[in-house]
Structure formats: C-alpha cells, structure tokens
C-alpha cells in the first residue's frame, strides 16, 4: 500500500509533559526528605526543571518507550472510531455519488468501491481480482473514486480518466492505464485517447473542467473523513480494507455484505 503521511512533534510534546510531571513529583519528596509527595516549590525555576526531566529520563528509558506507544495506541483508536462512524454517515457519497464513474452492474446489490492512483503499483496488483469479481458476480457494482495522490503524472491521468467519461469511454480508460501498458504523461494519455477513439481536442477542455476538480476535491475530503492515507483502498458495506487485495478477499467481503442485505432469503430458508 502507497501512502502519504506527515510525522509531527506532538507524540513529543506530550511525552515531555508527562516526563516533567512524573520527574518533578519524583524529585521534590527526595530533595525536601518529606514522606508524601509535594507540588514543585515555586523556587524551581526552569533549568531545575529541566534538569530533573534529564535525570529521569536516563534513569526511566521505558517511559519513552510507553508513553510513545500508549499515544501512537490512543490516536489508531480515535481515528478508527472516528473513520467507522463516517463510513456510516457518509454512505451516499461513497456509492452514489453522481461525479464518480461505475462499472460493472450499475443496478448490482453489492457495491465494492475503491480509492486508487493509476502510478500505484499495488492497484495495479489489485486490479486483476476487480476484473475477475466483475467477470464472475454479474450482481456486483464497481464505484472508482480517483485519488491521485502519488504527483503530476497521476492527477493529469486521473483528469484525463474523468473527462473520458463525458465520452462514455471512462472503463475502457481506466481499463487501459490501470493495467500498466500506458505512459502517464500528456503524450501517453492522448495515444491511449486516439487508440480508443476519443476525440482529443474535447478531452483536453473536459480535463479542465470545474466539475473534474470538485469531484477529484470531494474524493480527498472523502479519504480524509475515513482514515484513508494511501493507495489501494476498498469499501464494501461497512468493511474499510486498506491495500491491495486478491479476488477471494473481495469475494468474502461482498458475501458478508450480500448476506447482511435486508429482505434476503438464505438457502434453505
């Protein structure tokens, strides 16, 4: 899975927060020989302080240890709860919304959704188990969401992929790049255009396009709402399944979906 991530200082921060008042709690009884622990005297200036945290710090090596593991372990929570809640609520813009291309059963009663990047390698692993799930279950609904997160070469084949739709060429498009015989550049994107019979001129202004832009924003704002950083993601039901994926995954997801349908009558039933 290709992601994109950004590491911050606040694991840090927080850590030294806990450190000092840990060091401080620590020292103050020892130095002042009491037998309960006291709060910092108000003579304890800074570089006292900070002296203490250094002394502890060599003397307890494990607090860093845990206090980074216990917040790394607090942040994957809240953001999967987070994630989970937003699946829910934002259903419709997963699976229905009107700018993302579909393919396979447009009327199927599953619908497998994915966040890809046509540069990423691991979509490309995934895609043969897509084709072979939309050869095999005539039932299922594919939704595409364009996430070109891996730099210009994949927003310019991303724009071009959209506006291939308003040609009614969107799969054969997507098809092509997907399975890594095309150049994501300008003159690739036009060769694979000419091949397909898309007329060149059209596409070049559709790629422009204020509606492309919306949906490629709205597919970011989407990601981000539901915990997605990389490249491949899948969506089926209420099951989020980050990387690349074979066609018995993606079967197994859409069965569970299939069989949590309401109305539906099992065998034997």
């Not at 969401?145 to 994949?154: A, W």
């Not at 927003?155 to 739709?165: E, F, H, M, Q, T």
């Not at 704002?221 to 899948?234: D, H, M, Q, S, V």
């Not at 979906?257 to 099992?266: E, I, V």
Request: aromatic share 4%; glycine share 8%.
């Amino acid at each position: 899975m290709i992601t994109t991530g950004k590491i911050t200082n606040r694991a840090v921060s927080l850590l030294l927060a806990a450190v000092a008042a840990a060091a401080v709690t620590t020292a103050v009884p020892a130095a002042a020989g009491a037998a309960e622990p006291k709060k910092a005297a108000p003579w304890m200036d800074r570089e006292r302080i900070e002296k203490l945290i250094e002394r502890y710090i060599l003397r307890h090596p494990e607090v860093i240890l845990k206090s980074v593991r216990d917040h790394a372990a607090s942040q994957k929570a809240t953001r999967a709860a987070r994630a989970k809640a937003n699946l829910k609520t934002r259903r419709e813009e997963l699976t229905r919304s009107p700018g993302s291309p579909v393919g396979g059963n447009p009327e199927g009663d599953v619908t497998v959704v994915e966040f890809f990047d046509y540069n990423c390698s691991y979509c490309r692993r995934s895609f043969p188990a897509l084709v072979e799930i939309e050869k095999s279950d005539p039932k299922v609904r594919i939704v595409f969401k364009e996430f070109p997160i891996l730099g210009p070469g994949s927003l310019l084949a991303a724009r071009a992929a959209l506006a291939a739709k308003a040609q009614g060429k969107y799969v054969e498009f997507h098809k092509a790049l997907m399975g890594g015989r095309v150049k994501t550049s300008e003159a690739g994107l036009m060769s694979l255009a000419a091949s397909l019979r898309i007329d060149a001129k059209k596409l070049r202004r559709e790629m422009d396009a204020p509606a492309i832009g919306k949906e490629l924003a709205h597919n970011r704002a989407l990601a981000r709402a539901l915990g997605i950083t990389g490249t491949p993601a899948f969506v089926v039901g209420s099951e989020l399944v980050p990387g690349a994926v074979n066609a018995r995954r993606l079967r197994e997801m859409i069965q569970r979906t299939r069989k949590s349908l309401p109305g539906l009558k099992l065998e034997g039933g």
